[in-house]
T-cell receptor, first 116, second 112 residues
């Protein structure tokens, strides 16, 4: 099956710094990638939809200036958490879809962000 | 709007017992329904989809349009089935409705 690689898998950063998370589709082109946030034992919360070559579409309540998304190529999307605070500590997951109508969805392994 | 409801946040069953994870959806058209599973420390992965009508790891799920449900079932639970299960819906039309909408998830624990 298709592989989506997310990096890093775990990161600890100081409050006030920025952290970049990468999501790559290794063997297919993903025109659309999605970024989720997951709290412990809770559901996935869609943060934004990232389309290659255009601005990301953010869900209501997600600060676009805080969570910067860049989808520069068909195989790479990045999420940058700017000026991180402890409340940003969470598990972030990306998802990429293959096919024109996104008939298959593949998830990255997730990034555990801890802001101290 | 499309919505997926998983009423049980936690579900525990004993090994060998039947298990049913409930999923109800709200969508005006003909949706695609999926079950995703997340084992401890692993990524989310597709378990099964309704259009395939397949059985994966002993799990089955039938789409009941009348009850707008897509419950996941297994006749004999195994300890390795312990995981977080998410029901998901994708609308049939193009655009934003093609997004996957996830339920809140059910944490299944199979006790020895």
């Amino acid at each position: 099956g298709a592989v989506v690689s997310q990096h890093p898998s775990r990161v600890i950063c100081k409050s006030g710094t920025s952290v970049k998370i990468e999501c790559r589709s290794l063997d297919f082109q993903a025109t659309t990638m999605f970024w989720y946030r997951q709290f412990p034992k809770q559901s996935l919360m869609l943060m934004a939809t990232s389309n290659e070559g255009s601005k990301a579409t953010y869900e209501q309540g997600v600060e676009k200036d805080k969570f910067l998304i860049n989808h520069a190529s068909l195989t790479l999307s990045t999420l940058t958490v700017t000026s991180a605070h402890p409340e940003d500590s969470s598990f972030y997951i990306c998802r990429a879809e293959r096919g024109q109508w996104g008939t298959e969805a593949f998830f990255g392994q997730g990034t555990r962000l801890t802001v101290v | 709007a499309q919505r997926v409801t998983q009423p049980e946040k936690l579900l525990s069953v004993f090994k060998g017992a039947p298990v049913e994870l409930k999923c109800n959806y709200s969508y005006s058209g003909s949706p695609e329904l999926f079950w995703y599973v997340q084992y401890s420390r692993q990524r989310l992965q597709l378990l099964l989809r309704h259009i395939s009508r397949e059985s994966i790891k002993g799990f089955t799920a039938d789409l009941n349009k009348g009850e707008t449900s897509f419950h996941l079932k297994k006749p004999f639970a195994q300890e390795e089935d312990s995981a977080m299960y998410y029901c998901a819906l994708r609308g049939a039309s193009s655009g934003s409705a093609r997004q996957l909408t996830f339920g809140s998830g059910t944490q299944l624990t199979v006790l020895p």
